[in-house]
């Protein structure tokens, strides 16, 4: 049906991502060190005990700068480095205090000044920090993209979307049509729960951290709705890896 061609995670939410050949999924989980840390803001109350809503974390749609962010993580270690084009590398860990504020101050000038300053960094105690409360995986079309670029008339990096498992080989949107479905994927099988609505991080080259498509008006324009990839469920453990092929169990 479909073919795998990218994986991608990202270990401290909207601060930048990694990219990987193959990786084991887990029934019931998000990807192994996919938005394990997220950055709370200074107004956030939460206590971090519990899946939190993205309004309470710094990300992309309130600090373009975010999106150039490039990212590696040390599972071994504990230890994330980060990369910008405008600023020098940090090597961190993130559950140290001292290592904490180092990236605080680090990461200060990503952030505008009229937002709200990043002040706690929070590791996940159940979960990864996805955006709903369902813990999932990403899968995003390489055809849809390109339906994209085209409505658009200009190159755009897949980057943007920030999805986990890209694939190619099946007609555009045909995503969409998978909701409820049972997915194979290499060895892992995969249920997409529910479309991805998409928010304004998408407007913003992730080389350059500034934005410069509105991705948000050509979805709702040509297609009616403002949504871009799937949220999966992962039902069945197992590897997968770029190659693998997708395939509709169900």
């Known amino acids: 049906m479909g073919t795998l061609t990218q994986i991608w995670r990202y270990p401290i939410k909207s601060h930048g991502r990694e990219a990987l050949d193959q990786i084991s999924l887990t029934a019931g989980q998000t990807m192994p060190g996919d938005r394990l840390w997220a950055v709370a803001h200074e107004l956030s109350q939460i206590d971090g005990e519990s899946w939190a809503a993205c309004q309470n974390f710094n990300r992309g749609s309130k600090a373009p700068a975010l999106m150039a962010l490039e990212s590696k993580l040390n599972w071994e270690q504990g230890r994330v480095t980060l990369s910008h084009p405008d600023l020098p590398d940090l090597d961190f860990a993130p559950d140290e205090p001292a290592d904490q504020a180092r990236f605080l101050e680090w990461v200060r000038p990503l952030i505008p000044e009229n937002r709200a300053a990043s002040a706690r960094v929070l590791r996940s105690k159940e979960r990864g920090w996805t955006d709903t409360?369902?813990?999932?995986?990403?899968?995003?079309?390489?055809?849809?993209?390109?339906?994209?670029?085209?409505?658009?008339?200009?190159?755009?990096?897949?980057?943007?979307?920030?999805?986990?498992?890209?694939?190619?080989?099946?007609?555009?949107?045909?995503?969409?049509?998978?909701i409820g479905r049972e997915i194979q994927i290499g060895d892992a099988v995969v249920i997409p729960r529910e479309r991805t609505e998409r928010c304004l991080a998408t407007t913003t080259n992730p080389d350059t951290?500034?934005?410069?498509?509105?991705?948000?008006?050509?979805?709702?324009?040509?297609?009616?709705?403002?949504?871009?990839s799937v949220r999966a469920e992962v039902v069945k453990s197992g590897t997968i890896r770029i190659g693998d092929a997708l395939r509709i169990l169900t």
């Open 133 to 178: 409360d369902l813990p999932s995986v990403t899968l995003c079309s390489v055809a849809s993209h390109k339906a994209v670029e085209q409505a658009m008339g200009q190159s755009l990096s897949p980057k943007r979307w920030r999805g986990n498992i890209w694939f190619e080989g099946v007609p555009e949107w045909a995503e969409f049509d998978w």
């Open 209 to 228: 951290g500034k934005r410069d498509a509105d991705t948000l008006t050509a979805l709702r324009t040509n297609w009616g709705h403002q949504d871009f």
